[in-house]
């Protein structure tokens, strides 16, 4: 079983940054996916940005030049700097890590990142 634990959201004025993480604990031996997803008020969870391990990181449109997404192992946290936020930026952020080889599916209890003036 993994935990993982989200930190770093809030408020945060338009244009300005914020960065979340996400520390992982348990049995992360076979984790190699991490992502982000965000889900806003009325709208469908949709994914943000991921890695996965020898492979190049992946972002949506929405956020690419402005997010960026890493990992350190020594400490199993996932982060994701945020600059140039935006209003349409704002909604709960989740943490998730899985697998490709195997059926593995870890979600976190999400960090409300609101942008608003």
Known sequence: QVQLVESGGGLVQPGG??????????????I???????QAPGKQRELVARII???????????KGRFTISRDNVKNTVYL?????????TAVYYCNLGSTTKPLDYWGQ???VTVSS
């Open 17 to 30: 940054s914020l960065r979340l993480s996400c520390a992982a604990s348990g049995n992360i031996f076979s």
């Open 32 to 38: 190699n996916v991490m992502a982000w997803y965000r």
């Open 53 to 63: 391990d020898g492979g190049s990181p992946y972002y949506a449109d929405s956020v």
């Open 81 to 89: 700097q945020m600059n140039s936020l935006k209003p349409e930026d």
């Open 110 to 112: 999400g960090t409300q």
